[in-house]
């Protein structure tokens, strides 16, 4: 590679900036990004075990009647109907 001489009056080269040059690199969108999450076996058995304990309990519970009771059986109902009916700003 050849130095060139600066002539008076002749503007002086620029160098590619490293912008320019990072901008010619196509690079992945924000949409286009994909995170990912793996888990370790003994996470999974971690989850399944805390799945299957939370299952029992709920079984538990609807054995001994719980879920029967007035006070649950009013919130399920509410819970129910703020699902079905469109939000109070709505109506």
């Known amino acids: 590679m050849g130095i060139e001489p600066?002539?008076?009056g002749a503007p002086s080269?620029?160098?590619?900036?490293s912008?320019?040059?990072?901008?010619?690199v196509e690079r992945p969108t924000d949409s286009e990004r994909k995170d990912t999450v793996e888990l370790s076996a003994?996470?999974?058995?971690?989850?399944?075990?805390?799945?299957?304990?939370?299952?029992?309990q709920?079984?538990?519970?609807?054995?001994r009647g719980?879920?029967?009771?007035p006070e649950v059986l009013r919130?399920?109902?509410h819970r129910?109907?703020?699902e079905l009916l469109p939000p109070k700003d709505a109506r």
């Open 6 to 8: 600066i002539r008076p």
């Open 13 to 17: 080269p620029t160098p590619q900036s």
């Open 19 to 24: 912008r320019s040059r990072e901008a010619a």
């Open 42 to 56: 003994e996470a999974l058995q971690l989850q399944e075990a805390h799945h299957r304990s939370t299952l029992e």
């Open 58 to 63: 709920i079984r538990q519970r609807i054995e």
């Open 66 to 69: 719980e879920y029967n009771s």
């Open 75 to 77: 919130v399920v109902a």
């Open 80 to 82: 129910i109907l703020q």
